[in-house]
């Protein structure tokens, strides 16, 4: 039943992940439609803005949330709604904080924005954008109850609803009106009625977190701001690399292109939320070998899991290397691409991104945080100074060129290093070579099925869908013959294979 349940609750995120994504995608094409490149750039700008004013919560959902899994699986009633009451009046802090760095950014905005003169009602716009980010803070930690339970697919799912909905509307505003103003209150009301929701169903589910008012002993609350100490440095990080990227480009390069840049964004959002639920599944069943029992069956695990991200993210990076910008002039138009030199730019910073993921998900599981805490703040520093000294000479290029030389510097060898001497410990030095051996024909493989796919299609027309889904299913064929030959005998693979064929034999002829 456990695995039949897992199924369905996959099925169901990716059926809702499509819908959510094509929607998008009729979205953003009515957006650009009936708005300018400037607009869409002043969506992406304040979004950043609003990704580094969330530096202020520093871990702390993550720290409060592992401390409530004890208590949870314990049923300890008083104890959760303590907890309760301090992720309550932390997050109304970091509420505050929001708010008043927010309002003292607000005379710098012009500065931030090149090229954003015609836009009306600025102050207006980036107001909505704030509010939006503060009431998330006032209203959200209750959901943190659903997750302590292990019951997050309900936020999950009500997300969804609700974002097809909203997506629906916004593009009916569009349509109908043409008024960015209206669309942003659209965008902040919708998720601020789930949250309601959520509240109020954790009210009704959860009495008891209305009757204890006390706050944790403390004891209890230092070891949660140890745990958001370290928390911190990480995400300061992710904060920096992931969240300056448009404040740059609009100061340096211009907020159209802010614009340009955004559509890049939300085809690679699209794809990695694809992964997420694809991923999520993958690791479950993996999961039953029920083999975490020595650091030997750990490798084993990880490299069979590494390897199965790297057919993903090798993959879809081909792939988009040679077919986005043809996908992008179908959607959106000529006027909205970026050079090919941009766009293998773009796509090898999502797949060294992508490479990372899994030893990422195992440090996070042998709790090995603590080791690069510094590494997460040298890749920040490193990212911020690279892209800043980059855009001046090569522009967009020189920004994302600048996350590419921070995560080669710190986290490409200095993570696979920390997994492998404090995790795996056994023979970890020829295990941290051979690691880099396949990271490097990884790259290999990658760059020539991209380079002779491209090549190829340079010779046929692109012109329509129909061009677009052959040159995909060319791609496909390509990259499947090269990882065939490269590793078709290695373990990793007939794994996977065997897996996979053992899986459709059951899902043809059932069986558990």
């Keep these: 039943m456990r695995k039949k349940n897992s199924i369905i609750n996959m099925i169901v995120g990716l059926v809702g992940q499509l819908l959510n994504m094509l929607l998008s995608f009729g979205g953003r094409m009515v ?115 659903y997750q302590a339970y292990q019951k997050a697919y309900i936020r999950k799912a009500l997300d969804q609803i609700i974002g097809i909905v909203r997506l629906i509307l916004q ?26 929701i959520i509240w109020a169903r954790a009210d009704r589910e959860f009495p008891y977190l209305k009757q204890y008012k006390e706050l944790p002993e403390p004891q209890e609350r230092k070891a949660i701001f140890k745990n958001v100490g370290a928390l911190s440095l990480h995400k300061l990080a992710t904060v920096i690399v992931r969240s300056t990227d448009n404040l740059i480009m609009s100061a340096f390069v211009g907020l159209a292109t802010v614009g340009i840049y955004s ?21 479950a069943s993996i999961g039953n070998l029920n083999a ?28 988009l290397v040679t077919l986005i ?31 990372r993921q899994m030893g990422l998900q195992f440090r996070e599981a042998l709790g090995l945080f603590w080791y690069d805490r510094y590494k997460a703040l040298a890749e920040a520093i490193i990212n911020l100074v690279e892209s800043l000294i980059l855009v001046r000479r090569f522009g967009v290029a020189g920004i994302i060129g600048g996350t590419i030389i921070s995560s080669l510097l710190t986290c490409v060898w200095f993570e696979p290093y920390v997994l492998m001497r404090y995790g795996i410990e056994e023979d970890w030095q020829k295990k941290l070579r051979r690691y880099f051996m396949d990271y490097i024909v990884r790259w290999v493989v990658v760059a020539g099925v991209s380079a002779v796919s491209y090549w190829i299609f340079q010779l046929m027309p692109q012109t329509n869908f129909l061009w677009f889904i052959a040159q995909g ?14 590793y078709g005998r290695t373990p990793e693979f007939q794994y996977l294979l065997e897996m996979t064929v053992r899986k459709l034999k059951k899902k043809l002829w059932g069986g558990e």
């Design 473 to 486: 299913l060319i791609y496909t064929a390509i990259f499947a013959a090269v990882v065939l030959t490269v």
């Design 171 to 196: 593009i009916v505003v569009l349509v109908t009106t043409r008024n960015f103003i209206l669309y942003l209150i659209i965008q902040l009301f919708m998720p601020m009625l789930t949250s309601v």
């Design 292 to 319: 975490l029992e020595g650091r030997k069956r750990v490798y084993e695990i990880f490299r069979i899991l590494d390897f199965a991200a790297f057919l993903l993210y090798g993959y879809l990076s081909g792939g």
């Design 263 to 283: 559509n890049y964004k939300l085809v690679l959002m699209n794809v990695n939320n694809l992964l997420g639920h694809v991923t999520g599944a993958f690791t």
């Design 325 to 355: 910008n043809f996908f992008i002039r179908m959607i959106f138009g000529e006027e909205y691409l970026f050079s090919m030199t941009v766009v293998v730019i773009i796509m090898a910073e999502f797949f060294i991104s992508g490479l």
């Design 31 to 145: 957006f650009v439609h009936y708005l300018s490149q400037e607009y869409l750039g002043v969506n992406g700008l304040f979004g950043d803005v609003l990704g580094m004013l969330n530096l202020a919560e520093l871990g702390i959902g993550s720290a409060m949330i592992f401390s409530m899994y004890r208590p949870a699986a314990q049923n300890d009633e008083k104890q959760l709604a303590r907890l309760m009451n301090l992720y309550r009046t932390l997050y109304r802090i970091v509420a505050l904080a929001v708010l008043g760095i927010g309002l003292a950014l607000m005379p710098f905005l012009p500065r931030l924005m090149k090229g954003g003169e015609g836009i009306e009602n600025l102050q207006l716009i980036y107001l909505l954008y704030l509010l939006q980010a503060v009431t998330s803070y006032l209203l959200s930690y209750k959901n943190a109850i």
